[in-house]
C-alpha cells in the first residue's frame, strides 16, 4: 500500500488527532501549554508517517535561524543548536517555503550533515514542511527516517495538515504573550500613575494639615495677644487698688479711738485684710497665667533663635497645670542645656501636645517624667508617662494625621503630625517607646546649631 491515498483507519486516525489538537487549541495559552501540543503532534506525525523521529523548528524574532521548539524520537538532544535560514533542508524550506522530501540523506549535498556529526543522529531520509499563518512563514515542521521505505506526497499532505495545527497554535500562544506583555505593561502604568495620585494627595493633604495649623495657630495667637492685653488693663487697675486697699485699711484702723472700737473691729478687720491679700495673689497667679500664654504664642518668636527649653517647659507645664493638678506627680530630672537654636513657638507647641498628651494618657493618679539631657551637639528631652501606653499596632500609626483613640471633642490625632514636621523641620527627631500596660515614652532630639 502507498501512501498516495489515505486508507479508511489512517483517515479516521488523523480525524481524530486534528480534532482533538482543535479543541487542545482552544484551550492555549502559554508556552508549556504550546510544547505540550507541539509534542503531541510531533508524536503524531511519528505515528502517522512510521517515522523516527520528528521536530518543530521555529524562526527567531529577525527570521536570521531556525531554533527547535521541540523534537522528538531522536535520542539526542538538539535542545540550543541553530539552523541558519537558507541552510540545509529546513533552513531551505523555511527560506523557499517549498516543501522538501529527501530520501537518500548520506548522499544528499543540500543536506546540513554538520547537525548530525553534533547530535550523533543519523539522518536518513526527510521530509521537512513550512509552517505557515497568513502567508508568514513561522518555522519548519520535520519528519526523519521514515522506517518503510521514502516519505511520499501523501506522507507530504498529512504533515503540511499538521503543520496547519501547529501553525495556529504557535499563533495563538504568541498573541497570548503580546497580550500579556502588553496588560502587563498597562498594569505597570496603572500602578505607576497611582503612586504618583496618592503621593500627590499625601502631599495635598500635608499642605492642607500644615496650612489649618498654620491658620489655627495665627487666630489663636492673635486671639490670645488680644485676650492678653484686655486682661491686663482691669488686673493692673484691680492689682493696684488692693495697695490703695491696704493703706486705706490701715488708715481706718487708726482712726478707731477707743480700745473697744478697736477690739469690736478687729476680726472685721483681719477678715477684710486676708481677703484683700487673697486678691492680691490671685491677681499675681492670673498675670502669671498670661505672661506664660503670651510666652507660649510668642508670634514673634516664629523666627529662629537661641532659646532655653527649660523656660519654654515651664511656661507649658504652668498653662497645662489644670489637666495634672491633684493628680499627677510632674518630676523634673533636668539636665545641663546650652540654649538651642531653634523656632521657640513652635518647639513650645511640641512639648506642649507630649504633655498634654502624657496628662490625658493617665486616668486617675500616675505620674509625669519629664528629662532634658545634652549630648554633644544635640539636646534630648523626654517626656514619659505611668499611663496605659501604646499598642503594638498603633506605634506606627500614632504620627499620622488625624489618628486619634480619644472621643470626639477631645483629639483631633494631629498633634504628633504637627509635632514630628515641627521637629524635622529642626532636622531633629520624634521617637516613641512603648509597650502596653508600661507607659509611653516620646523623645526629641535636637540640634544645638540649626542645620542646613
Ligand atoms: N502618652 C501617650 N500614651 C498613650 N497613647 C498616646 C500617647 N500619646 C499619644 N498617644 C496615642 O496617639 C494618638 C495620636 O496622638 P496625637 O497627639 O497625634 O492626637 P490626639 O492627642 O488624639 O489629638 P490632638 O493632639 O489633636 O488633640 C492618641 O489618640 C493616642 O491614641
Ligand atoms: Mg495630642
Not at 489618628?403 to 521637629?423: H, N, P
Amino acid at each position: 500500500m502507498t501512501n498516495h491515498s489515505l486508507d479508511a483507519g489512517r483517515t479516521r486516525a488523523l480525524l481524530d488527532a486534528l480534532v482533538e489538537t482543535t479543541v487542545a487549541l482552544c484551550s492555549l495559552s502559554t508556552r508549556l501549554s504550546l510544547t505540550a501540543l507541539l509534542d503531541r503532534l510531533g508524536a503524531f506525525t511519528r505515528q502517522m508517517l512510521g517515522a523516527e523521529a520528528s521536530a518543530v523548528m521555529l524562526l527567531d524574532p529577525g527570521s536570521h535561524y531556525l531554533y527547535w521548539e521541540t523534537s522528538s524520537g531522536g535520542e539526542s538532544t538538539v535542545r540550543g543548536l541553530t539552523l541558519p535560514v537558507g541552510q540545509g533542508i529546513a533552513g531551505t524550506v523555511a527560506l523557499t517555503g517549498e516543501p522538501c522530501i529527501v530520501t537518500d540523506a548520506a548522499h544528499d549535498p543540500r543536506v546540513a550533515h554538520n547537525i548530525d556529526a553534533t547530535t550523533g543522529f543519523v539522518t536518513r531520509s526527510i521530509l521537512c514542511v513550512p509552517i505557515r499563518v497568513r502567508n508568514t512563514i513561522l518555522g519548519v515542521i520535520e519528519a526523519l527516517n521514515k522506517q518503510s521505505g521514502p516519505f511520499t506526497a501523501g506522507d507530504q499532505e498529512i504533515l503540511e495538515l499538521i503543520a496547519a495545527q501547529a501553525g495556529i497554535a504557535i499563533d495563538n500562544t504568541r498573541l497570548y504573550e503580546s497580550l500579556d506583555e502588553r496588560v502587563r505593561q498597562r498594569t505597570e502604568e496603572l500602578a505607576a500613575a497611582n503612586a504618583r495620585l496618592e503621593q500627590t494627595l499625601q502631599n495635598l493633604r500635608d499642605t492642607q494639615t500644615q496650612l489649618s495649623q498654620a491658620e489655627k495657630m495665627a487666630a489663636l495667637g492673635s486671639l490670645v495677644a488680644g485676650i492678653a492685653h484686655e486682661i491686663n488693663t482691669p488686673l493692673g487697675a484691680i492689682g493696684s487698688n488692693t495697695d490703695v486697699f491696704n493703706r486705706a485699711l490701715r488708715k481706718l484702723e487708726a482712726t478707731l479711738g477707743t480700745p473697744e472700737a478697736k477690739n469690736a473691729s478687729a476680726p472685721l478687720m483681719a477678715m477684710l485684710a486676708e481677703l484683700n491679700e487673697n486678691n492680691r495673689e490671685a491677681c499675681q497667679r492670673v498675670s502669671g497665667i498670661v505672661k506664660n500664654l503670651r510666652a507660649f504664642v510668642r508670634l514673634d518668636e516664629g523666627e529662629w533663635k537661641f532659646a532655653d527649653l527649660h523656660e519654654g517647659i515651664e511656661s507649658t507645664l504652668t498653662l497645662t497645670a489644670h489637666l495634672a493638678r491633684g493628680r499627677i506627680d510632674v518630676v523634673r530630672e533636668y539636665g545641663e542645656l546650652p540654649q538651642v537654636e531653634c523656632r521657640p513657638g513652635p518647639i513650645n507647641q511640641v512639648v506642649m501636645n507630649l504633655l498634654v498628651n502624657a496628662f490625658q494618657a493617665i486616668e486617675g493618679r500616675g505620674t509625669v517624667w519629664i528629662r532634658t539631657r545634652s549630648d554633644g551637639d544635640l539636646v534630648r528631652l523626654e517626656v514619659e508617662d505611668s499611663g496605659p501606653g501604646i499598642m503594638p499596632e498603633h506605634l506606627s500609626k500614632v504620627f499620622e494625621a488625624g489618628f486619634t483613640t480619644k472621643r470626639a471633642g477631645v483629639g483631633t490625632g494631629l498633634g504628633l503630625a504637627i509635632s514630628q514636621r515641627i521637629v524635622e523641620e529642626h532636622a531633629g527627631r520624634l521617637t516613641i517607646e512603648s509597650e502596653p500596660g508600661r507607659g509611653a515614652r516620646f523623645a526629641v532630639e535636637l540640634p544645638v546649631r540649626r542645620r542646613g
